[in-house]
């Protein structure tokens, strides 16, 4: 029998959901025989969480030193500082303390004491510092463990990937931060991942237009003719099925979107406000192109619902198990690359199982945490 998978999951924003989410996420009385919890937290929050959610008492134990995780138990590996309790306010000493879970869940990861690593939301306005000046997760993450390489945000469930070209950009920004060489590069990346980490033997991919009505032969706007299509074309020749571009609007309302394995958005927004509206029951943000797996739900510290009984596990539980579920993905990929001549399987890889999705609150409306 195979070792359990270990997911680290940091504790986010104290003053948010995400202590809520977490423990109703691992609360199920058999979660230890599917994987290993391993909580980067306060204990007398987790306590108090216990307490106030009404949850079934959780076999929790402390894990002081890395050392000392325990598979077959939920863990929490404390955190040194301890920020005042303020439900639903923006605070910079939550997000210190959001920052001090985020480095020990990275030095575990580079340890190997985690196997996948799972945030829960954070204030972007909280956990700005000097040790800190990250837009989001998403750079952060890259800093630390991309090796050079930066990670490529990727909201998906289990019938729709969108990938973002721009991220954190205004939006003032956007047009002059596209280039040919970068729409190759992230729609290879893009395709790298949903062959590695989704099982996908020939990905196909959908590139949305910059400009309305895709530039309207350049009525609207020169990037479509300048740029997006001699990338595709290029990736095309490279073997790609990369295709487009397609404008934004008619692509979703059209759910020409069922067509793709994946979709490449120019910017944040494009991709976020269709994949939310269409992901409403829940999603999941991956950071794609790191050593390491990391998801996080899709949606943000709820500041209007915390600690207030209201919040709904679903997103953190989809992050949870999508993450292990590429965890093993990623490993059988790479054993089979090591081997050619062990027979990869093609067939979408059997996903454990987990509980039934419960009606999504609307926390999954508020900003996400990416």
């Given at each position: 029998?195979?070792?359990p998978?270990?997911?680290g999951?940091?504790?986010?924003?104290?003053?948010?959901?995400?202590?809520?989410?977490?423990?109703?996420?691992?609360?199920e009385?058999?979660?230890?025989?599917?994987?290993?919890?391993?909580?980067?937290?306060?204990?007398?929050?987790?306590?108090?969480?216990?307490?106030?959610?009404?949850?079934?008492?959780?076999?929790?134990?402390?894990?002081d030193?890395?050392?000392?995780?325990?598979?077959?138990?939920?863990?929490?590996?404390?955190?040194?500082?301890?920020?005042?309790?303020?439900?639903?306010?923006?605070?910079?000493?939550?997000?210190?303390?959001?920052?001090?879970?985020?480095?020990?869940?990275?030095?575990?990861?580079?340890?190997?004491?985690?196997?996948v690593l799972?945030?829960?939301?954070?204030?972007?306005?909280?956990v700005?510092?000097?040790?800190?000046?990250?837009p989001?997760?998403?750079?952060?993450l890259?800093?630390?463990?991309?090796?050079?390489?930066?990670?490529?945000?990727?909201?998906?469930?289990?019938?729709?990937?969108?990938?973002?070209?721009?991220?954190?950009?205004?939006?003032?920004?956007?047009?002059?931060?596209?280039?040919?060489?970068?729409?190759?590069?992230?729609?290879?990346?893009?395709?790298?991942?949903l062959?590695?980490?989704?099982?996908?033997?020939r990905?196909?991919?959908?590139?949305l237009?910059?400009?309305?009505?895709?530039?309207?032969?350049?009525?609207?706007?020169?990037?479509?003719?300048?740029?997006?299509k001699?990338?595709?074309?290029?990736l095309?020749?490279k073997?790609?099925?990369?295709?487009?571009?397609?404008?934004?609007?008619?692509?979703?309302?059209?759910?020409?979107?069922?067509?793709?394995?994946?979709?490449?958005?120019?910017?944040?927004?494009?991709?976020?406000?269709?994949?939310?509206?269409?992901?409403?029951?829940?999603?999941?943000?991956?950071?794609?192109?790191?050593?390491?797996?990391?998801?996080?739900?899709?949606?943000?510290?709820?500041?209007?619902?915390?600690?207030?009984?209201?919040?709904?596990?679903?997103?953190?539980?989809?992050?949870?198990?999508?993450?292990?579920?590429?965890?093993?993905r990623?490993?059988?990929?790479?054993?089979?690359?090591?081997?050619?001549l062990?027979?990869?399987?093609?067939?979408?890889?059997?996903?454990?199982d987990?509980?039934?999705?419960?009606?999504?609150?609307?926390?999954?409306?508020?900003?996400?945490d990416?």
């Amino acid at each position: 029998m195979s070792e359990p998978v270990r997911v680290g999951i940091t504790h986010g924003d104290i003053n948010g959901i995400s202590y809520e989410v977490i423990l109703k996420a691992i609360a199920e009385e058999e979660i230890t025989e599917l994987f290993t919890p391993v909580v980067f937290g306060i204990p007398e929050l987790v306590k108090k969480a216990i307490k106030e959610f009404n949850l079934p008492d959780l076999n929790f134990t402390i894990a002081d030193d890395l050392s000392g995780i325990k598979d077959g138990m939920i863990n929490i590996v404390p955190l040194k500082f301890h920020p005042e309790f303020h439900p639903g306010e923006i605070r910079k000493d939550a997000g210190k303390s959001a920052v001090e879970a985020l480095e020990k869940a990275v030095k575990a990861l580079l340890n190997q004491d985690i196997d996948v690593l799972v945030t829960a939301p954070i204030s972007k306005e909280a956990v700005q510092s000097e040790n800190f000046s990250f837009p989001g997760h998403t750079e952060f993450l890259s800093s630390r463990l991309g090796e050079g390489e930066e990670a490529l945000m990727i909201l998906c469930n289990d019938s729709l990937r969108v990938a973002l070209l721009t991220v954190h950009l205004p939006i003032t920004k956007v047009s002059e931060s596209i280039s040919k060489e970068r729409i190759i590069s992230t729609a290879e990346k893009f395709a790298d991942t949903l062959k590695k980490d989704f099982g996908i033997v020939r990905p196909t991919i959908a590139v949305l237009s910059l400009n309305p009505h895709a530039g309207d032969g350049g009525l609207l706007g020169t990037e479509e003719e300048e740029v997006i299509k001699p990338a595709i074309n290029e990736l095309l020749e490279k073997g790609r099925l990369v295709f487009g571009p397609f404008p934004a609007d008619g692509f979703f309302g059209h759910a020409n979107y069922r067509n793709f394995d994946g979709v490449l958005a120019m910017y944040h927004d494009q991709g976020l406000a269709p994949f939310k509206t269409l992901a409403s029951s829940g999603g999941v943000n991956f950071s794609a192109g790191l050593p390491y797996v990391r998801t996080s739900p899709d949606h943000g510290t709820a500041y209007d619902k915390a600690w207030k009984g209201e919040a709904e596990a679903v997103s953190m539980r989809d992050a949870i198990y999508m993450a292990i579920d590429i965890y093993r993905r990623r490993k059988t990929f790479e054993e089979s690359a090591s081997n050619p001549l062990k027979k990869q399987v093609h067939e979408k890889p059997e996903r454990i199982d987990k509980p039934d999705r419960p009606h999504l609150g609307n926390e999954i409306n508020q900003d996400p945490d990416d």
